[in-house]
C-alpha cells in the first residue's frame, strides 16, 4: 500500500459515519498526514470505527504483539485512537472526525509534538471547512447550549444543570481549547483574547486524555471554577454527550463559525430563554454588547428576541441591576440533537 492509498482509504472508512467527509477531504487530508504515519494510517483503517480487542486486532493484521501495543498507545497519545481506560483487556477503536475526533484531539494539550504548530495550521482550514460545509448544512442541530448554572431558576431539575452532569461523571480534566488554540497559531493577531485552557473533559473521556496527554486532571471545584470564569469571559457551554463540554467563542469555535451561516442550525437552545424585568432594567446596553447570538435589543430597556436567544446565560452576570432571569422555554417539538461520535 502506497502513502496515498493509506490517507485515501481512511477518508473512505468516514465516509457517511455520520459526516460526508468527501465535502472537506482536500483540508482532511493535510490533518491526517499530520496526525498518521502512513503505517498509522494503515492501522486505523485495520481496527476501525468499531475496533477490537488487541488479540482481535493481532489477527486482522499480523503485527507482532507487543509492537501493535505500542503502536496503539503511540497513536492513542496523538489522538487518534480511543483506549478504553482502566482496562486489563481494553478495547481499542479509531476515533472518529469529532465529538471527540480528528476536529479536536489535534487542537488538545497544547504544543506537544515537533510538528504541532504545523497541525494546528491544517487544523483551523479543516474547522473552517468542516463548520462551512458540513455542520451548517446538517438540518439538525449538533450540540446542545446549556445555561450557566448562576443563572438557572430556582425550579430547575438537577438533569438541566451543567455542574450536575459534571459531577456525576466522578472524574475530570481539562485542556486547552481545540478551536481556540488552532486560531490563535494560524491566524495571530487576528483571534479573540478568551482563555486557553477551556476544554472540560468527564468521565472516561477525561481519564483517555490525562493517560495520553491531552489535558491535565482537575478536581470538581476547579471544573466548576472553570465553568464559572468561562460564563464571565462570555464563553457558552456546549455539552456534548460524549462526555466534552467546550466553553464557545463566535470568534473560534467551530459550532458557532458553523451556526451563523445563513439557514444553520447547528446548536440546539437550551431548555431555558432569558427575560428582562423592564421596571428595572436602567438601558445601559452591557447585555446586548455581551450577547453571541445578537438576541438583545435595547431601547428604553432591553428586550430579548426569543428566537435568537439560545438561553446561554452569557448576558445573566453583566446585568448590574439584575434585570435578567431565566424562565422555561416553551417545549421545542421534535428536539433532535446527535452525538456527533
Ligand atoms: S439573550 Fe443572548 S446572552 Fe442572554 S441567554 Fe439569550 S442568547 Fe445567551
Ligand atoms: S445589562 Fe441589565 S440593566 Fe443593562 S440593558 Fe441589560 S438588562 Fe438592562
Known sequence: MNNKDAYESILEMYEGKPFTVSKVADSLLEVLRFQFTPEEADLAVKVGLKGGKLDEIQERTGIEKNKLKKMLNTMADKGTMWIRPGKEDPTYRTIGVAGP???????????????????????????????????????????????????????????????????????????????????????????????????????????????????????????????????????????????????????CCVLQVGNREPGANVLQPSEFVAQIDESTCDACGNCADRCPFGAIEVDTYACVDTDKCLGCGVCFSTCSTDSIKFMRRPKIEDPRTVAVA
Open 101 to 251: 475526533g480528528l476536529l479536536e484531539t489535534g487542537g488538545w494539550g497544547n504544543i506537544r509534538f515537533p510538528y504541532s504548530v504545523q497541525l494546528m495550521k491544517a487544523l483551523y482550514e479543516f474547522q473552517l471547512d468542516f463548520a462551512t460545509k458540513i455542520l451548517a448544512k446538517i438540518p439538525f442541530p449538533v450540540a446542545q447550549v446549556w445555561t450557566t448554572p448562576a443563572a438557572l431558576p430556582a425550579d430547575a431539575e438537577p438533569n438541566q444543570n451543567v455542574a450536575e452532569r459534571i459531577k456525576e461523571a466522578g472524574y475530570w480534566g481539562v485542556s486547552t481549547c481545540s478551536c481556540r488554540l488552532p486560531h490563535w497559531i494560524a491566524d495571530p493577531g487576528n483571534h479573540c483574547n478568551h482563555l486557553l485552557e477551556t476544554c472540560l473533559f468527564l468521565g472516561d473521556t477525561a481519564r483517555w486524555g490525562v493517560e495520553h496527554g491531552m489535558c491535565r486532571e482537575i478536581t470538581y471545584q476547579n471544573a466548576i471554577e472553570i465553568l464559572r470564569k468561562c460564563n464571565e469571559e462570555g464563553l457558552v457551554h456546549t455539552y456534548d454527550p460524549n462526555e466534552f463540554i467546550c466553553n464557545c467563542c463566535p470568534d
